[in-house]
């Protein structure tokens, strides 16, 4: 960068390639800085493991429960239609899916 600056761009642009001259060296030591310490110029740090009360929380909310019985999920289908939830239609589709995965 600093070889384009001194040779191309001073030379055409006059005051402006100084200042870019100057920019891209400042752009270079910085990012050379931080690619080659271990630290670089980072101003903070960001823990990005999990926490453990969070896998916790996880697998509190998945039940082991077993799935419903066919005869519960006609219950609960008929309860749907009968607080107006779900068309007489909708009762029908699903209550002839049930009763075929039997």
């Avoid at 050379?32 to 271990?38: T, V």
């Avoid at 309860?79 to 107006?84: I, R, Y």
């Amino acid at each position: 960068m600093v070889v384009v600056g001194a040779t191309v761009v001073i030379p055409i642009f006059g005051p402006f390639g100084v200042l870019w001259t100057f920019f891209a060296i400042v752009m270079t030591a910085y990012h050379g800085f931080n690619a080659l310490s271990g630290e670089g110029f980072a101003h903070e740090v960001v823990d990005v493991s999990i926490p453990s009360h969070v896998n916790e929380v996880a697998s509190a909310t998945h039940s082991d429960a077993p799935d419903p019985s066919p005869a519960d999920r006609l219950r609960d289908l008929q309860q749907l239609m009968d607080e107006g939830l779900i068309s007489e239609e909708e009762f029908a589709t699903e209550k002839a899916r049930i009763l075929r995965s039997i």
